[in-house]
């Protein structure tokens, strides 16, 4: 079975500081792990994934995440914030032979102040 | 690439109708596509499995007979919710497999009166 738990359903951060969202999953095989962002009233929208290659993962709009199977953590950072980053933010593990479907964080809602 | 659209985006109806949503990969085949659940602060809720040519796969405690989905093409979903009622009021998501990873539709806001 897997599982995804993201540490703060609330972030907030100053414009041009440092973005850390965190991200533990549990997971008997090999992960694939992924983050995605949530924009009010929208979808998903993919903004990195791991599937086995660098362990340093860079993703769009400044995002990169980090793999780390000693700590069973990826966590989503981002050196400095902008108004536009605030939004929902989803981790999310999967692996091959599983249908590829994919467990959910429960998400963290990043917000950006002046 | 990796567009997925879904139609209509908004939808209202009265309670007993059926309401169709429509998920489209734009510029790739999706043999798999996924058909999610959201509430409002909440995360994703997977709902079933749809796959191109074959019966979709439900989660536990999903109504087969409510939700229907339909796989016909390797570029089109459809989920149908039958005798809709107030509770099925909802965010709906689909997503479509390209690569090992799923890629998402805009989301369908479904409300039952």
């Known amino acids: 079975a897997q599982s995804v738990t993201q540490l703060g359903s609330h972030v907030s951060v100053s414009e041009g500081a440092l973005v850390l969202l965190r991200c533990n999953y549990s997971?008997?095989?090999?992960?694939?792990l992924f983050w995605y962002v949530q924009y009010p009233n929208q979808g998903l929208q993919l903004l990195l994934k791991y599937t086995s290659a660098a362990t340093l993962v860079k993703g769009i709009n400044g995002f990169e995440a980090e793999f780390k199977k000693s700590e069973t953590s990826f966590h989503l950072t981002k050196p400095s914030a902008h108004m536009s980053d605030a939004a929902e933010y989803f981790c999310?593990?999967?692996?091959?032979?599983?249908?590829?479907?994919?467990?959910f964080g429960t998400g963290t809602q990043l917000k950006v102040e002046l | 690439g990796a567009v997925v659209s879904q139609h209509p985006s908004r939808v209202i109806c009265k309670s007993g109708t059926s309401v169709k949503i429509e998920c489209r990969s734009l510029?790739?085949?999706?043999?798999?596509m996924f058909w999610y659940r959201q509430f409002p602060k909440q995360s994703l809720m997977l709902m079933a499995t749809?796959?191109?040519?074959?019966?979709?796969?439900?989660e536990q405690g999903v109504e087969k007979d409510k939700f229907l989905i339909n796989h016909a093409s390797l570029t089109l979903s459809t989920l149908t919710v039958t005798s809709a009622h107030p509770e099925d009021s909802s965010f709906y998501i689909c997503?479509?497999?390209?690569?090992?990873?799923?890629?998402f539709g805009p989301g369908t806001r479904l409300l039952v009166l």
């Open positions: 997971s008997s095989v090999p992960p694939y």
């Open positions: 749809s796959n191109e040519g074959s019966k979709a796969t439900y």
């Open positions: 997503s479509a497999r390209w690569q090992e990873t799923q890629y």
């Open positions: 510029d790739f085949q999706a043999t798999t």
């Open positions: 999310a593990v999967g692996y091959t032979g599983g249908g590829n479907k994919l467990t």
